[in-house]
């Protein structure tokens, strides 16, 4: 029933800036039914860890590395989460993908690479 499908990763000098989107496709539901969302990433031979959470009622969290350079954000008439990544770093270079709570199910994007060279 629901389909998240990343895009706007790519390659870019460290110190640059990078948004991604993740387009949800929930047949026959709004996207605003859509609870928590968030972006995780997963470096070669590193566990995937959690990078930005937006909850339902609108608070967010971010892993502390990412604090003051990445904003996440929705945007329910588009069906889209974003991910606002600014000053980019080497250390920031690995697959990200969304996440989205909806029915008592976790749903997972195939993930988009993003790749920062120093």
């Known amino acids: 029933q629901v389909q998240l499908v990343e895009s706007g990763g790519g390659l870019v000098q460290t110190g640059g800036s990078l948004r991604l989107s993740c387009a949800a496709s929930i047949s026959g539901v709004s996207f605003t039914t859509m609870g928590t969302m968030a972006w995780y990433r997963q470096a070669p031979g590193k566990q995937r860890e959690l990078v930005a959470v937006?909850?339902?009622?609108?608070?967010?969290h971010y892993e502390d590395s990412v604090k003051g350079r990445f904003t996440i954000s929705r945007d329910n008439a588009k069906n889209t989460l974003y991910l606002q990544m600014n000053n980019l770093k080497a250390e920031d270079t690995a697959v990200y993908s969304c996440?989205?709570?909806?029915?008592?199910?976790?749903?997972w994007g195939q993930g988009t690479q993003v790749t920062v060279s120093s």
């Open positions: 937006l909850a339902a009622g609108g608070n967010t």
């Open positions: 996440n989205g709570y909806y029915a008592e199910t976790w749903y």
